[in-house]
């Protein structure tokens, strides 16, 4: 079954570590993945999408394959990243499977 | 403003009494769907819609059901609510599924069932 796991219920950083979340997918094909955010009080909202290759806010997440990962890392956390982290899949049809959610937070 | 509304923003209501909750989209989009969230288990995709009349179940439809008579509206509707359907509601909708369309979410309808 097409599934996203994302382990961690709650990740805890100090201001300035290295943020890593992580995701993993179960999916044979080749898969159409995100990372969503939710601010406090704001809208989930996309942060990036693993075709795009693209840097949102000092955050990336390389496609792994062969491990079927997705994990979103940050070099440097800062007080602002504090949020809950979705990571999704489209698994080529025209439904969405989210993970259970990460909250982060960044400690000062 | 490119946006995706919801109304209302919080209910509570009594098991049994039909409900529905409205989603409104002013960017075109074909794509809409309905999403709960509970604490532990994310988001689950209840319904969704590729385009006008063509709606289709997601993961968790059971209890619910949905109407896209117009490109922009997609209601979800609670005939009879029971308490396990007290949730964290998100509309959402996009260009099209996948392709990696961004979805772009509502504020969300707080619902409690007694």
């Known amino acids: 079954a097409q599934r996203v796991t994302q382990p961690e219920k709650l990740l805890s950083v100090f201001k300035g570590a290295p943020v890593e979340l992580k995701c993993n997918y179960s999916?044979?094909?080749?898969?159409?993945l995100f990372w969503y955010v939710q601010y406090s009080r704001q809208r989930l909202q996309l942060l990036l999408r693993?075709?795009s290759r693209e840097s949102i806010k000092g955050f990336t997440a390389d496609l792994n394959k062969g491990e079927t990962s997705f994990h979103l890392k940050k070099p440097f956390a800062q007080e602002e990243d504090s949020a809950m982290y979705y990571c999704a899949l489209n698994p080529g049809t025209y439904k969405y499977i989210f993970g259970t959610g990460t909250r982060l937070k960044v400690l000062a | 403003e490119a946006q995706v509304t919801q109304n209302p923003r919080y209910l509570i209501t009594v098991t049994g009494k039909k409900l529905t909750v409205t989603c409104s989209q002013n960017m075109n989009h074909e794509y809409m769907s309905w999403y709960r969230q509970d604490p532990g288990l994310g988001l689950r995709q209840i319904y969704y819609?590729?385009?006008?009349?063509?709606?289709d179940k997601g993961d968790v439809p059971e209890g619910y059901k949905v109407s896209r008579k117009e490109k922009r509206n997609f209601p979800l509707i609670l005939e009879s609510p029971s308490p396990n359907q007290t949730s964290l509601y998100f509309c959402?909708?996009?260009?099209?599924?996948?392709?990696?369309?961004?979805?772009?979410f509502g504020p969300g309808t707080r619902l409690t069932v007694t």
């Open positions: 999916y044979s094909g080749s898969p159409e």
């Open positions: 959402a909708s996009s260009l099209g599924p996948g392709q990696s369309y961004e979805q772009y």
């Open positions: 819609s590729m385009n006008v009349e063509v709606t």
């Open positions: 693993h075709i």
